[in-house]
């Protein structure tokens, strides 16, 4: 598996967290990849073979060429069907918003083609990368087609964006109340704000950023036990660690890394 990341033009930094590629041959086995939510929602371009997304009710379906993902709330299940040649955009929790009306919460855990989203831009836009012959002239053509836009479109909300930038800042150990009195905002108003441009509430993304804190510690450290990973991230005790470690992951922290999980350890940075 070959993965690489690129930062975005300053212009866009607000708005986009980073462009990842991945690429894997053909697998004769594929594996199954859980993905845990972490706020940021994705553009993805697949220049190989489609991935098949797996359903809580264990039906499937194959995912389309060029779409957004909205905000992945459950653990999803995707699953290789040939070759893996992936473009994405990383989007800020929030950076997704100032580019289009659709209702974020409508897109909530499933991939919206372009064309939907955009119209005859989106399906332009699908032909202009898939043309692109490397990563440079793709990143051009996106930054290209974003930046245009932002063009005479409020960029973004001040109050949500600091609010983000908050959580971000102290990896989601901050109640919503606290939050709220930080920014000087009513809870309800803040509410409403998320969920017009983030598209999750504030306790969630907080949840999120919290869980996608361990799972990056879990990596790089070595715990003695759990319940010191649960006190340095502000749990009350061991058991709601892993309550919260297991609403995210659907499985117990032991069993989550004794799994092959590639695909979300890349996504843990």
């Keep these: 598996m070959k993965y690489n990341s690129y930062e975005p033009s300053p212009a866009l930094s607000a708005f986009i967290k980073c462009y990842w590629t991945l ?3 053909t697998q ?3 594996e199954v990849q859980r993905i845990v939510p972490d706020g940021c929602m994705e553009m993805i371009f697949q220049f190989g073979d489609v991935f098949r997304q797996k359903s809580k009710d264990g039906s499937s379906f194959l995912q389309p060429k060029s779409f957004v993902f909205g905000q992945i ?3 999803l299940e995707i ?7 992936i473009f994405s955009i990383r989007f800020q929790p929030g950076g997704f918003s100032p580019f289009s009306s659709y209702p974020l919460k409508s897109m909530e855990n499933k991939p919206v083609a372009l064309k939907e989203l955009f119209g005859e831009a989106g ?3 699908s032909e202009n990368m898939f043309a692109s012959k490397d990563n440079p002239e793709r990143i051009n053509c996106i930054e290209t087609f974003l930046l245009n836009k932002l063009e005479g479109n409020e960029a973004q ?3 949500a964006k600091r609010s983000v930038e908050i959580i971000m800042q102290v990896n989601g150990q901050l109640s919503v109340e606290q939050l709220s009195e ?3 905002i009513n809870r309800r108003n803040l509410e409403r704000k998320f969920a017009k441009k983030i598209g999750i509430s504030p306790k969630e993304l907080s949840r999120m950023v919290r869980i996608q804190s361990v799972l990056r510690s879990l990596i790089d450290n070595n ?4 319940t010191d990973v649960a006190y340095e991230f502000n749990y009350y005790d061991q058991a709601h660690f892993i309550k919260d470690f297991k609403e995210f992951t659907d499985e117990s922290p032991g069993k989550y890394f004794s799994n092959n999980l590639k695909m979300a350890a890349l996504f843990s940075e």
Aim: aromatic share 4%.
């Design 182 to 184: 930080q920014i000087n």
């Design 157 to 159: 909300d001040l109050l």
């Design 23 to 25: 690429e894997e041959d």
């Design 223 to 226: 715990y003695t036990n759990l």
């Design 123 to 125: 399906e332009q836009l």
């Design 28 to 30: 004769q086995n594929p």
């Design 73 to 75: 709330t459950e653990t």
């Design 79 to 85: 699953e290789p069907t040939g070759v893996t040649d």
